[in-house]
């Protein structure tokens, strides 16, 4: 007779780990870094949220940083295997089952997505270049087929255009806008090939530099002299790489004379946060006043935004990287005032699109905004090459796709 039939209580269960536990849990912090930023989030709160003590993570990860490669490798790996199809003879039949493909990660990775489009940036060195390589080798892949059907563009043309529809894919974990799966893969299926049919622009030239330092927020008083160093030491190395001894330096100040103007770091940020969000404003009714039609309007403000965000570029970076970091109160009302802006786009889109349902015009006026960020961080930018007509004519592509 066993303990348990004597009428004693039954041993407890013994908890089997989960084979695939390490990718639990980097799959889970991934999520997490997303949504509130590497730093924002501890290894405490990612074991809270699969399940199982904070020094049992240790089992499987040394500290945070392990679990942010092992989430970028998954990602990448993911991509390449996904994108490792059977070869087609057609080279059009080819570049849209990739196409295909990349719009059904874009949905499925959608929650870790931002791990493309910011949090890489917390990798080191080392890891930051094997990131970039994986995106190479992606890029080959389609820039290859691409070639194949288009002969008259080279092989930079090729790879700038796919550049700007791995855009696209990636704006779909800029934001959270609802929309059925498959009406999502195929609105970001046509805009990338929208792009990819477009005319090319040699000027779109890939650069690791920085842009040179700009009168990004005025210089006409001390406190707009910390706004502007602030702002671009969070866009080169992140809100939370970056400390008020950095900023005061920069400024040339003692950091305890950056407290004079502003009470905390967090502060600086939601400061620049909000001059930020009245560029956007000033910009946007600038391009509406005058507009003769909603097509003339959504023109200018397709001009207004390249422009904006070229000049402003460390700025808008900062924008939409950074807004984890801000106090709460300020982060809500900052996100509402975002939402309006991009509301703004949908309702002018829909006027001129009225076949276009609004869930689609959303996911457009994401996927059109995020191309000119997103190159804005990757591209040099030249006026004399027409450079800025350029881009103006690939948002205006994508928002018409």
């Known amino acids: 007779m066993s303990i348990a039939a004597a009428g004693e209580p039954a041993p407890p269960a013994v908890r089997k780990r989960p084979k695939n536990r390490r990718a639990q849990l980097a799959l889970t912090a991934a999520e997490m870094f997303c949504e509130r930023g590497y730093h924002g989030v501890s290894l405490d709160e990612i074991a809270t949220a699969v399940g199982i003590s904070g020094p049992a993570i240790y089992r499987h990860f040394p500290n945070k940083y392990a679990m942010l490669v092992h989430a ?33 990660l874009a949905v499925e990775h959608r929650r870790v997505a ?16 094997e990131f970039m390589a994986e995106l190479g ?10 070639r194949q059907s288009r ?17 696209v894919f990636g704006s779909l974990g800029t934001h959270r806008a609802a929309i ?24 779109l030239v890939p650069t690791t530099e920085y842009p040179a330092p700009e009168p990004l927020l005025g210089v006409t008083a001390r406190r707009e002299i910390l706004l502007n160093e602030s702002v671009k030491l969070f866009h080169r190395h992140g809100y939370h790489a970056v400390g008020v001894e950095d900023i005061g330096r920069a400024a040339g100040i003692n950091a305890s004379s950056v407290y004079r103007y502003f009470p905390g770091k ?17 910009s946007t009714a ?8 909603d097509a003339d309007a959504l023109h200018r403000m397709i001009g207004s935004y390249v422009e904006l965000t070229f000049e402003r570029s460390a700025l808008v970076s900062v924008y939409l990287a950074e807004n984890n970091n801000l106090p709460e109160a300020d982060r809500h009302e900052l996100r509402k005032v975002q939402r309006l802006h991009v509301e703004e786009w949908v309702r002018l ?8 349902a609004v869930p689609e015009a959303r996911i457009l006026v994401h996927a059109a905004l995020n191309l000119v960020t997103d190159l804005s961080r990757l591209v040099r930018f030249d006026r004399r090459s027409g450079m800025d007509r350029h881009l103006t004519r690939l948002m205006s592509t994508v928002l018409h796709a």
């Open 151 to 167: 002969p008259e563009i080279g092989d930079r043309d090729a790879h700038a255009l796919v550049r700007a529809a791995l855009s």
């Open 137 to 146: 080798v992606l890029a080959g892949r389609l820039a290859v087929p691409l």
């Open 72 to 104: 970028t490798r998954q990602l990448a790996e993911a991509v390449r295997a996904a994108t490792g199809l059977p070869g087609e003879d057609d080279p059009r039949r080819r570049v849209d089952a990739l196409l295909a493909v990349l719009a059904r």
């Open 266 to 282: 967090a502060d600086i940020l939601a400061a620049a946060f909000y001059r930020a969000s009245e560029r956007v404003a000033e």
């Open 180 to 203: 059925a799966r498959g009406r999502a893969e195929l609105a970001l299926r046509r805009a990338a090939w929208a792009l990819l049919d477009a005319e090319p622009a040699t000027p």
């Open 349 to 356: 889109l829909g006027r001129l699109r009225p076949e276009l």
């Open 286 to 293: 600038a391009a509406l006043s005058g507009a003769t039609g």
């Open 114 to 129: 931002g791990l493309y489009q910011w949090e890489w940036r917390y990798l080191e060195a080392e890891h930051r270049e």
